[in-house]
């Protein structure tokens, strides 16, 4: 499987983005999907997951109830759509796969390469 991401960018302080993950192969619609995020100097942290029928998500407590995550099995793509967003969003953003209801990130077997998200007035 293969994860690559978009729609990163530069953000002002209490803007939106969405980012999508999108995934290769015919395995997609079976695998938890994951967001994760690495700061610079910082260790790379869970955001939110979602099962594979994209009823059951589950967030860190600092985005939850701005940041949701969506699925779309017949596009194999995963969603990551953040709202009031804040300066300390900033970071690189990853998608990964295959984890598990899991945060650690060495659950998940495969990754994107990651996408900026820079929130900055």
């Known amino acids: 499987v293969q994860l690559v991401e978009s729609g990163g960018g530069l953000v002002q302080p209490g803007g939106s983005l969405r980012l999508s993950c999108a995934a290769s192969?015919?395995?997609?619609?079976?695998?938890?999907m994951g967001w994760f995020r690495q700061a610079p100097g910082k260790e790379r942290e869970f955001v939110g997951n979602i099962t594979p029928s994209g009823r059951i998500t589950d967030y860190v407590d600092v985005v939850k109830g701005r940041f949701t995550i969506s699925r779309d099995n017949a596009k194999n793509t995963v969603y990551l759509q953040m709202n009031s967003l804040k300066p300390e969003d900033t970071a690189v953003y990853y998608c990964a796969g295959g984890g598990g209801f899991s945060h650690r990130g060495s659950d998940y077997a495969y990754w994107g390469q990651g996408t900026q998200v820079t929130v900055s007035s």
């Open positions: 192969g015919r395995t997609f619609s079976s695998l938890m």
